[in-house]
């Protein structure tokens, strides 16, 4: 199972999230228990929405939403850093339903 992160700590801890994720690996991102998306490593062959660090921060409700439709590359100092995607159906089958299970 995937290392499992909330939001609040998506939005506190996202630089050192970030370096871990671009070192290899992946993180759910979970929203009132529920996984909402996916915090991975960016691939060289993705051609994704780029969308500042700060400014994901600052929305961080809005981008998550936008996450689970499509991916977004999430950009440090303008260099492509890490993709913010949908969580893959086989990841959601695996995830506990409610916080008490965590």
Do not use: N
Not at 32 to 37: D, I, S
Not at 77 to 100: C, K, T, Y
């Amino acid at each position: 199972m995937q290392p499992v992160v909330t939001t609040r700590e998506l939005r506190r801890d996202i630089l050192d999230l970030a370096e871990r994720a671009v070192a290899g690996e992946a993180f759910v991102v979970m929203r009132h228990g529920r996984p909402v998306a996916l915090l991975r490593k960016a691939r060289p062959e993705e051609d994704l929405r780029r969308v500042p660090i700060e400014t994901f921060r600052r929305h961080i409700a809005r981008s998550l939403r936008q996450a689970q439709q499509r991916p977004h590359l999430i950009t440090w100092h303008g260099r492509d850093s890490v993709v913010l995607a949908p969580v893959p159906s086989e990841l959601m089958e695996q995830q506990p339903d409610s916080e008490e299970e965590l």
